[in-house]
T-cell receptor, first 113, second 111 residues
Framework: DADVTQTPRNRITKTGKRIMLECSQT?????MYWYRQDPGLGLRLIYYSFDVKDINKGEISDGYSVSRQAQAKFSLSLESAIPNQTALYFC????????????FGPGTRLTVL | LAKTTQPISMDSYEGQEVNITCSHN???????ITWYQQFPSQGPRFIIQGYKTKVTNEVASLFIPADRKSSTLSLPRVSLSDTAVYYC????????????FGKGTRLSVIA
């Protein structure tokens, strides 16, 4: 969905490097999410945000941090990247009244060497 | 959130109707049933949501029995382009706990 954009789309980095993935949305949605997907597996929630002042950990938050700089922007950081963080990362948004309808970005493919 | 169980994979020939069933025995009164579709290397896409009975849109139909402990996503006359992973999720529309995506059902459509 072009309303949710992610940068970069692809990134190769080395173990120990700090990396930031960015997500922007023009939908005006309150809630934003970060997921990771590993081959053959479903999506696992890393962090989610209900609004600028409300950040919550998901099921696999260790090794990650996030920042909700504005309603439209939600960034995911890997403070010290490790190879098992190699994955496809998706950002998503949703809004009232149906938070179950999430709109996903195109994904960022991250490789940690 | 209610746990969901769905088949890991299914195969179908083009032109057939495909039914994917999801079990959610512990569904709560205010939970809705939501299905997503994910093509390779793309983010999931919301396709349909329902609370009870039947819901139909241009993509699929969703059948929910009276006890709501299961649901069936029906894709009419599938084509090769329907090859994707389909996720069944259960949760309230306005809840504060995000939906949980399991591994989904990998549908392969064969010519």
């Amino acid at each position: 969905d072009a309303d949710v954009t992610q940068t970069p789309r692809n990134r190769i980095t080395k173990t120990g490097k700090r990396i930031m993935l960015e997500c922007s949305q023009t939908k005006g949605h309150d809630r934003m999410y970060w997921y990771r997907q590993d081959p053959g597996l479903g999506l696992r929630l890393i962090y989610y945000s209900f609004d600028v002042k409300d950040i919550n950990k998901g099921e696999i938050s260790d090794g990650y941090s996030v920042s909700r700089q504005a309603q439209a922007k939600f960034s995911l950081s890997l403070e010290s990247a490790i190879p098992n963080q190699t994955a496809l990362y998706f950002c998503a948004t949703s809004d009232f009244p149906n938070y179950n309808e999430q709109f996903f970005g195109p994904g960022t493919r991250l490789t940690v060497l | 959130l209610a746990k969901t169980t769905q088949p890991i994979s299914m195969d179908s020939y083009e032109g057939q109707e495909v039914n994917i069933t999801c079990s959610h025995n512990n569904i709560a009164t205010n939970d809705y049933i939501t299905w997503y579709q994910q093509f390779p290397s793309q983010g999931p896409r919301f396709i349909i949501q329902g609370y009870k009975t039947k819901v139909t849109n241009e993509v699929a139909s969703l059948f929910i029995p009276a006890d709501r402990k299961s649901s069936t996503l029906s894709l009419p006359r599938v084509s090769l382009s329907d090859t994707a992973v389909y996720y069944c999720l259960v949760g309230p529309e306005s809840g504060n706990t995000p939906l949980v995506f399991g591994k989904g059902t990998r549908l392969s459509v064969i010519a």
